[in-house]
T-cell receptor, first 111, second 113 residues
Framework: NAGVTQTPKFQVLKTGQSMTLQCAQD?????MSWYRQDPGMGLRLIHY???????DQGEVPNGYNVSRSTTEDFPLRLLSAAPSQTSVYFCASFRAAYGYTFGSGTRLTVV | QKEVEQDPGPLSVPEGAIVSLNCTYS??????FMWYRQYSRKGPELLMYTYSSGNKEDGRFTAQVDKSSKYISLFIRDSQPSDSATYLC?????????????FGQGTRLTINP
């Protein structure tokens, strides 16, 4: 029972490069989210999805894209990386009464 | 002003002490209240989940919600070195759904043997 799996764990990008952070869950949860965590800022919601084919923006969506073609997968795409996107990214899935299950995170550095 | 305020600490206490962690909030519509524990370089894990006001106890952990004061607390009894982590409060409104959480910035806690 893997829960929420994120890949890669670490990544260094150059400014302007694009990449996709992968997220997969095996709990059949409909709701999934992407958060970023920065010192002194807590966790901030980037995008979320209430089910396959349905996504919406969170608090800090600029510079990121998401799609949800299956219940299991919810990838996050950085379109053109900027140093301000240096952060730790967490994917999470949600089930009522159980709260969120988070992945172990992706540490991204943009130089 | 942030919707959820949490003292980042750090907080350092001796083993066996009672720890009190707190958050204040400004949105009176918040009804779902959660506490997450995050170990270094790990994802947050759910500790306590309460709806509306009142207390909830789970082992050494007690969560309290005081909606009149817009104040929530997490108490840890008989604290252990393994409790050393960052503790995040999180909350959401019924209209938003329990899943659309607003997080505090977290309090870093160290329990000294």
């Amino acid at each position: 029972n893997a829960g929420v799996t994120q890949t890669p764990k670490f990544q260094v990008l150059k400014t302007g490069q694009s990449m996709t952070l992968q997220c997969a869950q095996d709990m059949n949860h409909e709701y999934m989210s992407w958060y970023r965590q920065d010192p002194g800022m807590g966790l901030r919601l980037i995008h979320y999805s209430v089910g396959a084919g349905i996504t919406d923006q969170g608090e800090v969506p600029n510079g990121y894209n998401v799609s949800r073609s299956t219940t299991e997968d919810f990838p996050l795409r950085l379109l053109s990386a900027a140093p301000s996107q240096t952060s730790v990214y967490f994917c999470a899935s949600f089930r009522a009464a159980y709260g969120y299950t988070f992945g172990s995170g992706t540490r991204l550095t943009v130089v | 002003q942030k919707e959820v305020e949490q003292d980042p600490g750090p907080l350092s206490v001796p083993e066996g002490a009672i720890v009190s962690l707190n958050c204040t909030y400004s949105n009176s519509a918040f009804q779902y209240f959660m506490w997450y524990r995050q170990y270094s370089r790990k994802g947050p894990e759910l500790l306590m989940y309460t709806y509306s006001s009142g207390n909830k106890e789970d082992g050494r952990f007690t969560a309290q919600v005081d909606k009149s004061s817009k104040y929530i607390s997490l108490f840890i009894r008989d604290s252990q070195p393994s409790d050393s982590a960052t503790y995040l409060c999180a909350m959401s409104a019924v209209s938003q759904g329990a899943q659309k959480l607003v997080f505090g910035q977290g309090t870093r806690l160290t329990i000294n043997p």
